[in-house]
Nanobody
Framework: QVQLVESGGGLVQAGGSLRLSCAAS????????MGWFRQAPGKEREFVAA????????YYLDSVKGRFTISKDNAKNTMYLQMNSLKPEDAAVYYC????????????WGQGTQVTVSS
């Protein structure tokens, strides 16, 4: 069973930074691509970033390129999303995901973590 547990959300001022974490099992890390999605109130869930199972490829939503960085630490079975220069429009519930589809892995989901950006 794939279990994904996010952490690291919170309230930050515009221009600030947050780092989200997603903990998963070793099996998940070794067998699935992983990614981050987000959903703002009244909007559909959208893809944000993905990293392949080897950690050798990444893919980003255009609006976060240069500001967000996805990475994974296989020794800790943890994936990260470093978010810099945050904007009010980045505010959403962020979900960790895993799956077989590249570049939008979405077979398994975490419970989500709230990111709030004040202007």
């Amino acid at each position: 069973q794939v279990q994904l547990v996010e952490s690291g959300g919170g309230l930050v001022q515009a221009g600030g930074s947050l780092r989200l974490s997603c903990a998963a099992s070793e099996h998940t890390f070794s067998n699935y691509h992983m990614g981050w999605f987000r959903q703002a109130p009244g909007k559909e869930r959208e893809f944000v970033a993905a990293i392949n199972w080897r950690g050798s490829r990444t893919y980003y939503l255009d609006s976060v390129k240069g500001r967000f960085t996805i990475s994974k630490d296989n020794a800790k079975n943890t994936m990260y999303l470093q978010m810099n220069s945050l904007k009010p429009e980045d505010a959403a519930v962020y979900y960790c995901a895993a799956g077989n589809t590249w570049p939008r892995p979405s077979d398994y989901w975490g419970q989500g973590t709230q990111v709030t950006v004040s202007s």
